[in-house]
T-cell receptor
Framework: EPEVTQTPSHQVTQMGQEVILRCVPISNHLYFYWYRQILGQKVEFLVSFYNNEISEKSEIFDDQFSVERPDGSNFTLKIRSTKLEDSAMYFC?????????????FGPGTRLTVL | QKEVEQNSGPLSVPEGAIASLNCTYSDRGSQSFFWYRQYSGKSPELIMFIYSNGDKEDGRFTAQLNKASQYVSLLIRDSQPSDSATYLCAVEAGNKLVFGAGTILRVKS
């Protein structure tokens, strides 16, 4: 069964460093998303991406965040200068159609720890 | 601000019982509604997707949607200890899902 994959599973970084989180969405999916979940809190939307453009972004997704689909399979989230409060689980998701019409499937997540 | 509200629980039910999980949402324009299950330290796993008023059944799971009341529920029949997890209600809001904080379900054997 096709699945979303994410690497690395755990990333430890120093405050102020840049990190890149990688995702491989399901191959026939066209819509891609990043969510995050701070420990003990709800899953929060960061950004949605379609046709090589950001469709929507949340207030959390400020100038230190960026997304890219560098090739036909990968979807990346970059955090330029990490802060302590960026420590969270980051989930990539993908869907065939927009959320109103179909399910989003989530990857296993990357646990980001900022020291 | 689009809101999705869930009772945090924990909801404790004995093995074999029916577990009833509830969710309300604020955005009347939302068309689709999702229930995800999340085990501790893991990613959300889709259980049910519903977009029409009424009931949708899949195995032991039944999702119920009432758009007039802005209410969606999940029933789990014949609950098993392996169903113990956090259940997340998610509501479509344009290009994203808005999640509730989740209800912790504990099924006791």
């Amino acid at each position: 069964e096709p699945e979303v994959t994410q690497t690395p599973s755990h990333q430890v970084t120093q405050m102020g460093q840049e990190v890149i989180l990688r995702c491989v969405p399901i191959s026939n999916h066209l819509y891609f998303y990043w969510y995050r979940q701070i420990l003990g809190q709800k899953v929060e939307f960061l950004v949605s991406f379609y046709n090589n453009e950001i469709s929507e972004k949340s207030e959390i997704f400020d100038d230190q965040f960026s997304v890219e689909r560098p090739d036909g399979s990968n979807f990346t989230l970059k955090i330029r200068s990490t802060k302590l409060e960026d420590s969270a689980m980051y989930f990539c998701a993908s869907s065939v159609t927009p959320p109103a019409y179909n399910e989003q499937f989530f990857g296993p997540g990357t646990r980001l720890t900022v020291l | 601000q689009k809101e999705v509200e869930q009772n945090s629980g924990p909801l404790s039910v004995p093995e074999g019982a029916i577990a009833s999980l509830n969710c309300t949402y604020s955005d009347r324009g939302s068309q689709s509604f999702f229930w995800y299950r999340q085990y501790s330290g893991k990613s959300p796993e889709l259980i049910m997707f519903i977009y029409s008023n009424g009931d949708k059944e899949d195995g032991r799971f039944t999702a119920q949607l009432n758009k007039a009341s802005q209410y969606v529920s999940l029933l789990i029949r014949d609950s098993q200890p392996s169903d113990s997890a956090t259940y997340l209600c998610a509501v479509e809001a344009g290009n994203k899902l808005v999640f509730g904080a989740g209800t912790i379900l504990r099924v006791k054997s």
